[in-house]
């Protein structure tokens, strides 16, 4: 079977002198969501952007924003990022104790729920949370940089999360060093959204990247 498989272009490896206008473009190049990494300098090792950053770009796109908070505390900035126009607040399985609380603090906002999960996290982490979730993404590089080499062993936790969803609604987003190559594998293994920072902007030709990655995991998907 093949599922729908939606491409998430990173504005991360955007120019962030122009970012309304990066968005712009990889809206009309084809990208089916836009996805903002938003970073504390804490719980990973680089800062980003905060709620004010959404803001301003939400009148670029009409396409979802697919926000993905790689801060902790987590739960005190949620309803600043739903104000701000996120469609999708992905918060890190790692970045609390409460993470059913975050979940449920997500959607009572009218938000789709995603939690993420670091390279290291087991899948078990997150086996009482699958009724309050719109999405898992698996993170296939450690979190905090764009450009860094896919981790193999993550094919695996792909698939046993695909077994765990089962006949869910709940979509599975893969992020980090997703290429063309990549792509393949991770749709092989059941992955329906795949975020791309590098293998999206390099080079300039969005349109072509963003088709050639579609195109690989189209073929590939489970
Ligand atoms: C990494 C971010 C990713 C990053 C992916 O912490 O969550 O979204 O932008 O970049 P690439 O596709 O270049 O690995
Ligand atoms: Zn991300």
């Not at 938003?38 to 670029?60: C, E, K, Q, S, Y």
């Not at 920072?197 to 995991?217: D, K």
Request: proline share 5%; with cysteine; glycine share 10%.
């Amino acid at each position: 079977m093949s599922r729908d498989i939606l491409i998430a272009p990173s504005i991360l490896s955007a120019d962030f002198a122009r970012l309304g206008e990066e968005v712009r473009a990889i809206d009309a190049a084809g990208g089916d969501w836009i996805h903002v990494d938003v970073m504390d300098g804490h719980f990973v090792p680089n800062i980003t952007i905060g709620p004010g950053v959404v803001a301003a770009l939400r009148p670029h796109t009409k396409k979802p924003l697919d926000v993905h908070l790689m801060i902790a505390p987590v739960d005190p900035y949620i309803e600043a990022f739903a104000k701000a126009g996120a469609d999708v607040i992905t918060v890190h399985a790692e970045a609390g104790p409460h993470l059913d609380r975050s979940l449920q603090l997500v959607r009572s906002l009218g938000r789709k729920a995603g939690v993420s999960l670091t390279p290291s996290t087991h899948e078990s982490a997150i086996a009482h949370v699958f009724d309050r979730l719109d999405l898992v993404l698996v993170m296939t590089v450690n979190p905090g940089f764009g450009g860094q080499a896919f981790i193999p062993a993550m094919t695996e936790k792909i698939a046993r999360l695909r077994d765990m969803i089962g006949e869910r609604n709940i979509r599975l987003e893969v992020d980090g060093g997703v290429n063309p190559e990549t792509a393949a594998l991770c749709a092989a293994a059941g992955a329906d959204v795949l975020v791309a920072g590098n293998a999206v902007f390099s080079g300039g030709r969005y349109r072509e990247n963003i088709a050639a990655i579609r195109t690989s995991a189209t073929k590939a998907s489970r």
